[in-house]
């Protein structure tokens, strides 16, 4: 089935301020978007079970309150790869924001330079490196998915170099798309052209079938180290689950390691990301920097994260179906919300800064 450009119902627009948490953008996005599209965004691989366990780890965790501390204001903000940023949170790689709202990727850019937090550009973005990069400067970052056509995944490098992004991800565990039957049985086809690379998809090309042709597969570490060749950008790998895999990122020039199962869109099964968390952490003993997405929904899953070790946490789907429902400003709100979140849970643990978070928070 092929999603219609700009079908979003005409529907009121949201009151922002009676969202009081980022989970109730799923809602508003189903009723605003095209069924294909949301679809898309929604869908897991296989049974979901990756999909629901990223979410429900989380809230398996206990947090143990510190009292009397005498913290009042902490301070959220750190270093991501060398660069400022005002809160642990950032926005993960999405393809086709133009799904969700007319601006596409170029709302989201606007709202996380706004916020201060690190936004990530997909390679199969609907709007271009430059598009993004025209926008108020952020910091910004280029997902990268190594591509059949070497020049062409050359050029996208060189290209986010000059558009001044700060660094590069690449996404290691999306060799083949992982089998997702909520995209086969409406037959998603991408209804827009991408901003990033010629191939303009035709009426009757699945998104699947599309990355299948495009992405190179039978990648070893020395592609890792081709990307890292190609500029100064510091180079995060995004998609490590196995501790053995997360060394071979560092040993093999990776400045962080970036903990997902891809939002449970690739191999079902796989652990959630949260559980999978710890052993990288210490795998990696302080050689690179560590992040994790994958059912980050709350600020106190932020906190959770940070407490096992993560720099940084990232959203996917929050942020889309808050763009969906509201544009930039939907974007801006579900940061708020999770800025607000985290800031009282780093009252009730008693920590004044991020990097007094460790294990002893979490039971
Ligand atoms: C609709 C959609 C498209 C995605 N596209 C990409 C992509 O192009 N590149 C990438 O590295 N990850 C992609 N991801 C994975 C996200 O970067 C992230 O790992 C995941 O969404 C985190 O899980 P969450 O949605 O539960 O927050 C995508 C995820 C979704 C939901």
Not at 135 to 144: I, N, T
Not at 208 to 228: F, N, P
Not at 250 to 279: E, F, K, Y
Request: charged share 20%.
């Amino acid at each position: 089935m092929r999603t219609p450009i700009g079908s979003r119902s005409a529907m009121n627009e949201v009151d922002l301020d009676a969202i009081h948490n980022v989970s109730a953008f799923e809602e508003l996005a189903r009723q605003r978007m095209d069924p294909g599209g949301f679809a898309y965004y929604s869908g897991g691989a296989w049974d979901e079970v990756t999909l629901r366990d990223n979410v429900a780890a989380f809230r398996r965790r206990r947090l143990l309150p510190r009292v009397l501390t005498g913290v009042a204001e902490p301070d959220t903000t750190t270093t991501l790869l060398g660069r400022e940023v005002t809160l642990p949170i950032g926005l993960a790689p999405a393809s086709q924001h133009g799904l969700a709202h007319p601006e596409g990727e170029v709302a989201t850019a606007a709202a996380a330079a706004r916020a201060g937090v690190v936004m990530c550009l997909s390679t199969w973005s609907n709007r271009s490196i430059e598009d993004v990069g025209a926008q108020p400067s952020g910091p910004r970052w280029l997902q990268l998915y190594l591509l059949e056509d070497r020049g062409l995944t050359a050029d996208l490098v060189a290209r986010a170099v000059a558009a001044d992004f700060d660094a590069l991800v690449l996404t290691v565990d999306l060799p083949v798309p992982g089998y997702r039957e909520r995209e086969l049985a409406v037959r998603f086809s991408p209804p827009q052209s991408f901003g990033n690379f010629p191939a303009a998809p035709g009426p009757d090309d699945t998104m699947m079938e599309m990355v299948g042709a495009v992405h190179a597969q039978g990648l070893t570490w020395d592609d890792l180290a081709w990307i890292a060749s190609l500029s100064r950008l510091p180079v995060a790998v995004k998609g490590v689950l196995a501790p053995q895999d997360a060394l071979l990122a560092v040993d093999n020039g990776a400045a962080a390691v970036w903990v997902s199962n891809h939002g449970g869109r690739q191999l079902d099964r796989s652990p959630a990301a949260i559980d999978a968390l710890p052993a990288v952490v210490d795998a990696v003993a302080g050689r690179a920097e560590v992040y994790v997405d994958g059912g980050v929904r709350r600020g106190i899953d932020v906190a959770t994260a940070l407490a096992l070790g993560a720099r940084a946490a990232f959203i996917g789907r929050p942020y889309l179906y808050a763009l969906a429902a509201a544009g930039a400003a939907g974007v801006s709100r579900c940061l708020e919300l999770l800025r607000a979140e985290l800031v009282t849970a780093m009252v009730l643990l008693g920590v004044g800064e991020l990097g007094e978070l460790g294990p002893q928070h979490v039971l």
